[in-house]
């Protein structure tokens, strides 16, 4: 059974910073592509950052510069390392991996973690 279990999340002022980690278990299936999403409140879910299995790693364009994304291997753990927070940033943060099973995409995500950045 594949598991995504987040931690990290809280209450910070605007332009700390605060790491939010997911520890991944259970993925016997070819990992495509990991990362982290958002969801603010009243709006879509959205991608925040995410590695493909080349190694590449893309970010939205408000989060450039000031999020980092960051994987151990060894730990099945992937972080996202977020400086210079702002209000707009506040939302519920998901970990997600996404995959291959032979020939059918798996898509799994973690329980999903409230940050709220207050000005």
């Known amino acids: 059974q594949v598991q995504l279990v987040e931690s990290g999340g809280g209450l910070v002022q605007a332009v700390e910073s605060l790491r939010l980690s997911c520890v991944y278990s259970?993925?016997?299936?070819?990992?495509?592509?990991m990362g982290w999403f958002r969801q603010a409140p009243g709006k879509e879910r959205e991608l925040v950052a995410r590695?493909?299995?080349?190694?590449?790693?893309n970010y939205i364009q408000p989060v450039k510069g000031r999020f980092t994304f960051s994987r151990d291997n060894g730990k099945n753990t992937m972080y996202l390392q977020r400086n210079a927070l702002k209000p707009e940033d506040t939302g519920v943060y998901f970990c997600?991996?996404?995959?291959?099973?032979?020939?059918?995409?798996?898509?799994?995500w973690g329980q999903g973690n409230q940050v709220t950045v207050s000005s």
């Open positions: 997600n991996i996404q995959g291959r099973l032979e020939y059918d995409p798996v898509n799994y």
């Open positions: 259970g993925a016997t299936f070819r990992i495509t592509a």
């Open positions: 590695t493909r299995s080349d190694g590449s790693i």
